[in-house]
């Protein structure tokens, strides 16, 4: 069965370092998401992204954070200077339509800021 | 403002026991509801949407879920639980149309006894 994958599957950041989390939606889905969950907390909406753009992203998404698709397969978010509030468990997800389409999720990539 | 409440943080059944999640929503909306299990160091799978008709709906893993407008919940249960569905449960709601923005409950933990 298709999956969406996510590495690294934990990673350990000093404060003020870029990361980069990477995804590789399901082939043939079109629509790709990145949510996030503070340990303890509820899973919260990032971004949307569509034909290489941002469709909306939440207010949490601010200037440090960044998404692209690089080529075919991949999907990245990139978080540039991290804070110790970015430590948290980031999911991508992928849908084959916007309108209620069942998103599918990846196991999630673990990020610790020191 | 958009929310979703799952007012049991943990919740604990014996195995065989009957199982009955709260969610209660706040949506601007007809909304489009799910819920979502999360396994230890896994990612978040569907169990069951709910988007118009019946409003019973039936899921994977025998779970069903039922949405009850007037009481604006959707509350997940299962007749018989099984050690393997000790987990997290979320539920979420989205927009009908465009992108899945989904707003995601805090989640409960299901522990099963033996």
């Known amino acids: 069965e298709p999956e969406v994958t996510q590495t690294p599957s934990h990673q350990v950041t000093q404060m003020g370092q870029e990361v980069i989390l990477r995804c590789v939606p399901i082939?043939?889905?079109?629509?790709f998401y990145w949510y996030r969950q503070i340990l303890g907390q509820k899973v919260e909406f990032l971004v949307s992204?569509?034909?290489?753009?941002?469709?909306?992203k939440s207010e949490i998404f601010d200037d440090q954070f960044s998404v692209e698709r690089p080529d075919g397969s991949n999907f990245t978010l990139k978080i540039r200077s991290t804070k110790l509030e970015d430590s948290a468990m980031y999911f991508c997800a992928s849908s084959r339509g916007p309108d209620g389409g069942e998103l599918f999720f990846g196991e999630g990539s673990r990020l610790t800021v020191l | 403002a958009q929310s979703v409440t799952q007012p049991d943080i943990h919740i604990t059944v014996s195995e065989g026991a009957s199982l009955e999640l709260r969610c209660n929503y706040s949506y601007g909306a007809t909304p489009y509801l799910f819920w979502y299990v999360q396994s230890p160091g896994q990612g978040l799978q569907l169990l069951l949407k709910y988007f118009s008709g019946d409003t019973l709906v039936q899921g994977i893993k025998g779970f069903e879920a039922e949405f009850k407008r007037s009481q604006s919940s959707f509350n997940l249960r299962k007749p018989s639980v099984h050690w393997s569905d000790a987990a997290e449960y979320f539920c979420?709601?989205?927009?009908?149309?465009?992108?899945?923005?989904?707003?995601f409950g805090t989640g409960t933990r299901l522990l099963v006894s033996p």
């Open positions: 979420a709601v989205g927009p009908q149309t465009g992108f899945q923005k989904l707003v």
């Open positions: 992204f569509y034909n290489n753009e941002i469709s909306e």
């Open positions: 082939s043939n889905h079109l629509y």
